[in-house]
């Protein structure tokens, strides 16, 4: 059987815990994440296909096979849209058959092969007319960027569909990189990272060492001297990364970049490469990070800012930063099998990522902003710069499709192929990173097989429920993580009619019982969700006086269309003793939201002016008012609306 | 005798207060000002002339008039910095004559004539093999902004120094302008606004009415349908003048664009353009200006940003921006006599815009963040965008010039004309805008003068002798502005003997007394200066919690090498009752720094992360440590420091 896997670590000599494949999970029907799967496959995908469709994106690969005259259309990075899309729906084939979007992929799929090569180049800009310009600009033209989608669709659908039809044109462009680039050919990396991860994913599924050693020369590229791109930040070509200690510049480039070194590392146990990738973890979520897991915290650039300079309603927080995020945390617990990286992988999964999608599956943010105001100022309708971001600025309304439109098919191959960053295997081990209802096996290297089934109402309940359905007869450990939000979190284990007693659990940690599990025993995690208020760093000058709201792992917010004549910048938040959870108002699937009473500021101001005398007295209410709070990743479903994550807050 | 003056009123129909012109003012020498504008024209106008050399800026003019070989050297914009400079030093030779100054502006003029082409245009960049291309793109090529500077370098070398060799230049250039564009012509606007200004001016000093019509008919094209610009607010090109009303887009292009509007409505009546620059000017300084008067949120488009959005360390407020905020200052001023344009203005001048060039008048800021750390992120270091703007960023040291160095000649400029924006008249009154201890003579329309002394130590103190010289026999209205900040001021007037009546004076307006003034009169302003905290509109995120210390017109800062050992972000405010102005350390020129003691904040957070559950108790005193704040304008003159404007505060 296919493993559907986006990261296959089988084999792979230096990893921790090896993910178990999306092919070995399944959702229970309704759960959750399954609501938030269907959509994307339901009316995402068809979607993105007809705006692939109608924006020119097959045409220019049917363009680029000679079947059709004309000129290239749109951008010359749209390629990688139609990859990622591939790579997306593969993974949604494996998890629920469809005979019409299997025939959708296999027309893609053969656009794609009529478009390459003989020498197996691939890039429908670059083609007919600029064939003769190829390669001249690798900083800023993203052809490797996009074979690195490529790649990785490729082995999307192979280990999805069981097909090479994909695959063999993926090897056949791996294989032109391998000829052209490397120590006796040209020195460039790609401006953009991303073939970096797809060259080691390929040696993973081949099992041919070069692509490895291919992606490790482009990861070693960066930061020479002299520079191969330029030697700017935003590339993170400023000094050799195994050197960076600080997330700099793109943040989706910095991401992908650091997710593509500790792959490396994983395969050759290149301890120095692994602490690079980790000292800039710690940059880019100790110092640098939203509260929601996005990453990126400048306009300008699309990139991360200083320490602690993290503005909500100007916060970028890229949809792709956070899909980045993901594949970087990911890899990270993989190599390490540290509690810290899953935790920063649900934040930004339930949250950062998340809200990157509609309910409905089809309509996107490219920034996700911490704050935004139904009117924009004249000035944000219409930028200059940053011709994708531009259009998710303005009133934060959902868009369908963006002419730079890397993020909708980014989040569909996240989500579609996220089951595979839930459970994982050492030797002897069974991790459970993430709670989704359904059933897991998980094989272990040995060849033996642990079944769980896994019942809880997750993320809006913290009861989890696992129930041992098949496991050897050795010894095994079971990995539980205990998230960092958790304070007050046990287990207990039932088994043979004795219910057991509960065992205090440290939160950010894994707990890791050890017995022979024998089939019908239930380990019982209790994760206690009250309602609780996050502060910041002192630095964090934006959210000075502020506090987020959050339950479990969701990040919660106002909109302003809940809280009708009442000025959304005067409520506070209170003590969250009398917060309640209650279905949240028109949306749909079942979510929860906090209602309750929030203080409303005194007004004290006579003036409206910029700049007065200071009144230093602190906050204080004048009244109260009802408070509505919802999750983070469903704003903006509701049309337009206030939002905010970080409130005052009175103590009471 | 030429009046040197920026802006010339003195035939304007619908102007209520017309300038005094700079040649009627002389400040006391070694006072304020004086040291300041002295430090520019001894180290300051030597130094960018150096550049301008250095850099090719002056050999551009001599290829484009074939006395040399070879390619343009810089960016296609650069002929403004020389232009810019002329205009200062002509200013400066009106001050203070120096041989060598009058030579070397002599030979640039030269070189400038030299490379007019017959029909009038010039711009150094579209010469020789670029010929063929001018006016191609108006948006982005800056060629009419450059002839804008040209003009008003041409009228300021006129009005300085009696010499038409420049302005014969600048009338051919705009002559040239004015055959090309307009409603039988071209219809584009510059994307850079500036020549509106020019061009109004120019009308001003030759009487021809057809260069105020252009400058109308550039005005008026922005926001047409369909677009000349493409419509974008970062040109100000998202809808017609009239109908905007919120500061939108690059800041300096708005400030220039409105301070044209205002021109251009003072010499037509034009209520609705007046009303649209007000509408504008709302908008920027009641909503969207930094308290030192810095204008541009944004580094992103070097734009403003949306209302309230108002980062410290982000904070990009262009050096340019804040001189082109006392230009839309001034012209507002004198067409409404409103005081609160003169608050700004002075507020500007002091802080937004001086801080902008170091206390030895040769090294420059191009942003002016309010706060700053020595080691910038490296990221910061060397970003792609804004390649002007880059590189002002980092570590924040003054830079001696730019590549692209608009700013260094602008404040230039504007500080050697600074006291054309003093003092003004009107039918029967004399204005008295700012505070300059020196001697002014203000002729009145009907062809008498009013001569005043004017004795102060402003803005160290707030004690003015205005000592009457020479007076009209008939009665006179005296406007003295009582500025917004001077809670408790007020004013007697000694004649004969009679020490007079204190009157009290309402802050942020003008008190107008009005008799006939007899030589020897005294009038005595009193504008009690203590340190007080100044507090931001609460929707000011970046603020929240937060004081800026400010006496007199000045706003304060810290700079950590005043505080060594001690960590800058732990200071608060405590009530300014005991602050005491003392000379500032270590800086020249008889600064007045304020020392006292601030409160250490209780360090409480045992780990570093940068999210944690809230603590909800208000700050509170670990301890006490020496407070020592100097002047903004003067910061980053001793070297690395951390900066900062607005601390914590505590009640006390």
Same mark, same amino acid.
């Given at each position: 059987?296919?493993?559907?896997?986006?990261?296959?670590?089988?084999?792979?000599?230096?990893?921790?815990?090896?993910?178990?494949?999306?092919?070995?999970?399944?959702?229970?029907?309704?759960?959750?994440?399954?609501?938030?799967?269907?959509?994307?496959?339901?009316?995402?995908?068809?979607?993105?296909?007809?705006?692939?469709?109608?924006?020119?994106?097959?045409?220019?690969?049917?363009?680029?096979?000679?079947?059709?005259?004309?000129?290239?259309?749109?951008?010359?990075?749209?390629?990688?849209?139609?990859?990622?899309?591939?790579?997306?729906?593969?993974?949604?084939?494996?998890?629920?058959?469809?005979?019409?979007?299997?025939?959708?992929?296999?027309?893609?799929?053969?656009?794609?092969?009529?478009?390459?090569?003989?020498?197996?180049?691939?890039?429908?800009?670059?083609?007919?007319?600029?064939?003769?310009?190829?390669?001249?600009?690798?900083?800023?033209?993203?052809?490797?960027?996009?074979?690195?989608?490529?790649?990785?669709?490729?082995?999307?659908?192979?280990?999805?569909?069981?097909?090479?039809?994909?695959?063999?044109?993926?090897?056949?462009?791996?294989?032109?990189?391998?000829?052209?680039?490397?120590?006796?050919?040209?020195?460039?990396?790609?401006?953009?990272?991303?073939?970096?991860?797809? *060259?080691?994913?390929?040696?993973?599924?081949?099992?041919?060492?070069?692509?490895?050693?291919?992606?490790?020369?482009?990861?070693?590229?960066?930061?020479?001297?002299?520079?191969?791109?330029?030697?700017?930040?935003?590339?993170?070509?400023?000094?050799?990364?195994?050197?960076?200690?600080?997330?700099?510049?793109?943040?989706?480039?910095?991401?992908?970049?650091?997710?593509?070194?500790?792959?490396?590392?994983?395969?050759?146990?290149?301890?120095?490469?692994?602490?690079?990738?980790?000292?800039?973890?710690?940059?880019?979520?100790?110092?640098?990070?939203?509260?929601?897991?996005?990453?990126?915290?400048?306009?300008?650039?699309?990139?991360?800012?200083?320490?602690?300079?993290?503005?909500?309603?100007?916060?970028?927080?890229?949809?792709?930063?956070?899909?980045?995020?993901?594949?970087?945390?990911?890899?990270?617990?993989?190599?390490?099998?540290?509690?810290?990286?899953?935790?920063?992988?649900?934040?930004?999964?339930?949250?950062?990522? *998340?809200?990157?999608?509609?309910?409905?599956?089809?309509?996107?943010?490219?920034?996700?902003?911490?704050?935004?105001?139904?009117?924009?100022?004249?000035?944000?309708?219409?930028?200059?710069?940053?011709?994708?971001?531009?259009?998710?600025?303005?009133?934060?309304?959902?868009?369908?499709?963006?002419?730079?439109?890397?993020?909708?098919?980014?989040?569909?191959?996240?989500?579609?192929?996220?089951?595979?960053?839930?459970?994982?295997?050492?030797?002897?081990?069974?991790?459970?990173?993430?709670?989704?209802?359904?059933?897991?096996?998980?094989? *272990?290297?040995?060849?033996?097989?642990?079944?769980?089934?896994?019942?809880?109402?997750?993320?809006?309940?913290?009861?989890?429920?696992?129930?041992?359905?098949?496991?050897?007869?050795?010894?095994?450990?079971?990995?539980?993580?205990?998230?960092?939000?958790?304070?007050?979190?046990?287990?207990?284990?039932?088994?043979?009619?004795?219910?057991?007693?509960?065992?205090?659990?440290?939160?950010?940690?894994?707990?890791?019982?050890?017995?022979?599990?024998?089939?019908?025993?239930?380990?019982?995690?209790?994760?206690?969700?009250?309602?609780?208020?996050?502060?910041?760093?002192?630095?964090?000058?934006?959210?000075?006086?502020?506090?987020? *709201?959050?339950?479990?792992?969701?990040?919660?917010?106002?909109?302003?269309?809940?809280?009708?004549?009442?000025?959304?910048?005067?409520?506070?938040?209170?003590?969250?003793?009398?917060?309640?959870?209650?279905?949240?108002?028109?949306?749909?699937?079942?979510?929860?939201?906090?209602?309750?009473?929030?203080?409303?500021?005194?007004?004290?101001?006579?003036?409206?002016?910029?700049?007065?005398?200071?009144?230093?007295?602190?906050?204080?209410?004048?009244?109260?008012?009802?408070?509505?709070?919802?999750?983070?990743?469903?704003?903006?479903?509701?049309?337009?609306?206030?939002?905010?994550?970080?409130?005052?807050?009175?103590?009471?």
């Amino acid at each position: 059987m296919p493993s559907a896997a986006a990261l296959d670590l089988t084999n792979t000599p230096h990893a921790a815990v090896r993910p178990v494949p999306p092919a070995h999970v399944r959702l229970a029907p309704g759960s959750f994440w399954d609501q938030r799967l269907r959509a994307v496959q339901v009316n995402g995908l068809p979607s993105q296909l007809r705006h692939c469709q109608t924006t020119g994106r097959i045409r220019n690969f049917e363009r680029a096979a000679g079947q059709l005259q004309g000129e290239f259309e749109g951008y010359y990075f749209n390629d990688s849209d139609v990859y990622k899309w591939l790579e997306a729906a593969s993974y949604a084939l494996a998890r629920a058959p469809s005979a019409e979007l299997r025939q959708a992929v296999e027309r893609v799929v053969q656009a794609v092969r009529a478009a390459q090569d003989a020498d197996g180049y691939v890039n429908t800009y670059f083609s007919g007319p600029r064939a003769d310009q190829r390669y001249r600009n690798l900083r800023d033209e993203h052809e490797l960027y996009c074979m690195g989608h490529l790649v990785q669709a490729g082995i999307a659908h192979r280990r999805s569909l069981g097909s090479d039809e994909l695959f063999d044109v993926a090897v056949r462009a791996a294989d032109h990189v391998c000829a052209v680039f490397g120590p006796q050919g040209r020195p460039e990396p790609d401006g953009h990272p991303e073939i970096e991860m797809a *060259l080691v994913e390929l040696a993973r599924e081949t099992g041919q060492r070069r692509y490895l050693d291919m992606a490790l020369f482009f990861v070693d590229q960066r930061g020479a001297d002299p520079p191969r791109l330029g030697g700017l930040g935003y590339h993170q070509d400023h000094r050799p990364v195994r050197q960076q200690t600080e997330a700099t510049g793109h943040a989706v480039r910095q991401a992908y970049l650091a997710a593509g070194m500790t792959d490396a590392a994983m395969e050759t146990g290149d301890a120095e490469l692994l602490a690079a990738s980790q000292s800039l973890w710690d940059s880019a979520y100790r110092r640098r990070a939203y509260v929601t897991g996005g990453l990126g915290s400048r306009y300008e650039g699309e990139s991360f800012g200083a320490d602690y300079e993290l503005p909500n309603r100007r916060a970028y927080a890229e949809t792709c930063a956070a899909v980045a995020g993901v594949l970087w945390n990911a890899r990270l617990l993989a190599a390490t099998g540290h509690a810290r990286y899953a935790d920063w992988l649900e934040t930004t999964l339930y949250n950062g990522a *998340l809200a990157g999608v509609s309910l409905d599956g089809a309509a996107y943010f490219y920034a996700n902003p911490l704050a935004a105001d139904p009117r924009p100022a004249p000035g944000d309708q219409r930028g200059l710069h940053s011709s994708g971001a531009q259009q998710a600025v303005g009133a934060h309304a959902r868009q369908p499709w963006y002419a730079c439109a890397c993020c909708p098919p980014n989040i569909a191959r996240l989500l579609l192929s996220m089951t595979g960053y839930a459970y994982g295997t050492s030797s002897g081990g069974v991790w459970v990173h993430q709670f989704l209802p359904g059933e897991v096996e998980a094989c *272990l290297p040995d060849g033996q097989a642990l079944r769980l089934q896994v019942e809880t109402d997750y993320p809006w309940d913290g009861t989890v429920r696992l129930t041992i359905q098949d496991a050897p007869a050795q010894p095994l450990t079971l990995h539980l993580r205990v998230p960092a939000w958790a304070a007050g979190a046990s287990y207990r284990i039932e088994r043979e009619g004795n219910a057991g007693r509960p065992v205090a659990a440290a939160a950010g940690a894994y707990v890791r019982p050890r017995r022979v599990w024998r089939p019908g025993t239930v380990v019982h995690v209790t994760l206690p969700m009250p309602a609780r208020l996050i502060g910041s760093h002192p630095r964090v000058q934006a959210n000075t006086g502020r506090a987020a *709201l959050a339950r479990g792992p969701l990040i919660y917010c106002l909109e302003s269309l809940d809280h009708p004549g009442v000025d959304v910048d005067r409520l506070a938040l209170l003590p969250t003793e009398r917060l309640r959870p209650v279905p949240a108002p028109d949306l749909p699937g079942g979510l929860t939201a906090l209602t309750g009473t929030a203080a409303v500021l005194e007004q004290r101001r006579a003036s409206n002016d910029l700049y007065a005398p200071l009144d230093a007295r602190p906050p204080r209410a004048a009244g109260d008012a009802p408070l509505t709070a919802i999750p983070y990743f469903a704003w903006a479903n509701r049309g337009a609306s206030a939002m905010r994550v970080w409130l005052p807050y009175l103590a009471g």
